[in-house]
């Protein structure tokens, strides 16, 4: 079993007379950065010059300076940008100031499970990950609640690693909602293998296939929408609240017949499993990783290729139509297939 921490396991009084620099200010920085200012700690935010959210972090009543400015000046740096440009970030503009007794932190274990990134012995390296997108994390809070975080710690250079960890997580509402104990491999691995085989890859092409199967087989494409995307959300809102259970609850008998039936016939779990054990192989051994980090050093001709495909698939296009004609429609922001 997972330890488990709550408020009343956090002390806050550990943030006391430290300095915390926040390094970016997207989804993530903004929600910690006002978090924790709210939550009454010394805050700055650490960005390039001529950011276009130094002014954003600015109007929200934070400090902000340079991202070297701001590591020199902080007791704790949360690294709080792009996995993919933080090792390069850290060795030129965060490295040099590292220095003995001041804490590096993380939301993500990905630089350090796979050794991009290397702290020197004298400070601590936590984790404070929390379990959802920095909006939520920032609304909850303002709500009186919070967004469930990983705590772990890498290295242990103070003593008191954990504790700071625990009071950061309190100081940005985490802990109102529960804080799960981890290390950053797995976290890392975890997270990585959720997203490529269920949540993100999984999904994506479950959906995909069966569009393109009712499509094929000659009905209309917004129907084949309404049934194999539209409402995946529906479902896994009912799994959500009450589990499958709920679902099957909600659903008819002929549904959940259905789902015993067919259910395995697309999804063969021995062999989807098996597919599965070959992608945390690749998690587990950094082939995935060293993939990830050529395709950025090589400007990322394949992740750029594959987006712009999709862009143009039938799905997308379709969907972009149906969202922006109906009232439930989607959330403009995101809606890039109407750009
Ligand atoms: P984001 O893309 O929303 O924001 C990244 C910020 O970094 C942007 O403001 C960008 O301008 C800035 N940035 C990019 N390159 C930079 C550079 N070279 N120098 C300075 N600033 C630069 O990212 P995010 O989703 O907030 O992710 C931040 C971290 O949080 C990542 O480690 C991610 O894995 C982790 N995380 C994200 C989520 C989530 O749901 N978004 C959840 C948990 C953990
Ligand atoms: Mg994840």
Redesign the pocket.
Known sequence: MAKMYYEKDCDLSWLKGKKIAII??????HAHALNLKDSGCDVCVG??EG?K?WPAAEKAGLAVKT?PAAAQWADIVMI????E?QAE?YNRDIAPYMTEGKALA???GFNIRYQQIVPPAGVDVFMA??K???HTVRSTYVAGKGVPCLVAVEQDATGHAYQIALAYIAGIGGARAGVMETTFHDETETDLFGEQTVLCGGVVDLMRCGFEVLVEAGYEPENAYFECIHEMKLIIDLINKGGVAAMNFSISDTAEFGEYVSGPRVIPHEETKARMRAVLSDIQDGTFAGKWIAENKNGRTFFNSKRAQLKKHQMEIVGGELRRNMIWGGDSDLDTASN
């Open positions: 970016g200010y997207g989804s993530q920085g960005l390039r950011s959210s991202v709080l940008i792009n996995d440009v970030v993380f939301a993500h990950a929390p959802g997108p920095g």
